[in-house]
């Protein structure tokens, strides 16, 4: 067993002429897990993954990447870590299959190319140069060559994007597979839903430092209260209600017969509301649970302006 994290990053700082991308970032990733590095465009995200992968030298702070300095002991690390781009990184006349078989005999014990192959759908594909691939088929070569190797790290740049919803599906098993095989996964993706679904834990990062951490589910259980909804008759008088909910509570109708309950949503809480519906002679309709989501939480976070 690894005592020490997969990644352990410390008051990281990278400039771009006087421009700092990266600016003081302290990040931690544990070993044999999958966590999601989120933030919007120019954040950081980008700079701090490179830095990691060995692309790019910090001017200061330190960055330690299985144990090694991924710049100074880059040959040393590089056999260890898978890494997904999005150009892919192939020979455009190269052909698909050639190309993963290729980039599978660099190592000691790769996967069965195969059993790749056909879990990722690249079977029919597989004589076809890079350039002629679509978008979504390169995706997955680009995958598939980042995970080959059995590496003990992969970073997964935007791993779905552009797949349709069968691919982007199976790409999802393959990352949890991976996990239980214990290897340690690293995805930088825009989309929340696929935050939510893959990670252990998610670093939120904006103007160059790490501004949250946690798993999705302690994030949005944080911040703004859950909400109950249901539908009734309109107009029903809601200050019993208010007397048996939590303090702090609080009940309104947001339109005619669409009622809300905000206050920390438990079981205790549906069946206070739904014993007062029974008392009240009422029939709750369409009665859901609203949690905030982790869009909601990044929004929250980083700010709804468009960033370029």
């Known amino acids: 067993m690894h005592s020490e994290p997969a990644v352990k990053i410390a008051g990281l700082v990278k400039h771009y002429g006087d421009k700092p991308a990266v600016d003081g970032l302290d990040l931690t990733i544990a070993r044999g897990a999958i966590t999601a590095v989120l933030g919007p465009n120019g954040a950081g995200k980008t700079t701090t993954i490179e830095t990691c992968e060995g692309y790019r030298r910090p001017d200061a702070g330190t960055v330690r990447v299985l144990g090694l300095d991924p710049v100074a002991q880059n040959a040393a690390l590089r056999p260890r870590i898978g890494v997904m781009l999005q150009s892919g990184g192939v020979y455009a006349g190269a052909r698909a299959v050639e190309m993963l078989r290729h980039t599978a005999a660099l190592h000691a014990h790769p996967l069965d190319v195969d059993a790749l192959v056909e879990r990722l759908g690249l079977g029919s594909c597989g004589r076809t ?180």
């Not at 003990?152 to 098993?173: H, I, K, M, N, S």
């Not at 103007?207 to 539908?231: H, M, Q």
């Open 129 to 308: 140069a890079y350039r002629r691939l679509s978008g979504g088929q390169q995706q997955r070569l680009a995958l598939a060559m980042a995970v080959v190797g059995r590496p003990e790290l992969v970073f997964l740049d935007e791993p779905t994007a552009g797949l349709d919803p069968q691919a982007r599906r199976a790409t999802w098993e393959l990352v949890r597979d991976l996990r239980r095989d214990g290897v340690t996964v690293v995805v930088t993706t825009h989309h929340m839903d696929e935050a939510e679904q893959l990670a252990d834990q998610v670093a939120v990062i904006d103007r160059g430092r790490v501004i949250a951490t946690g798993s999705p589910e302690e994030l949005c259980r944080g911040g703004a209260e859950n909400a109950l909804r249901f539908d009734g008759p309109p107009g029903l008088d809601l200050g019993p209600l208010l007397k048996e909910l939590p303090e702090g509570a609080a009940a309104t109708e947001t339109t005619p017969g669409s009622y809300r309950v905000e206050a920390p949503v438990d079981p205790q809480l549906v069946a206070t509301v739904t014993g007062w519906c029974a008392a009240s002679g009422v029939l709750p309709e369409r009665l859901s649970v609203q949690r905030r989501s982790l869009e909601d939480v990044f929004l929250d976070l980083t700010g709804r302006d468009l960033r370029s």
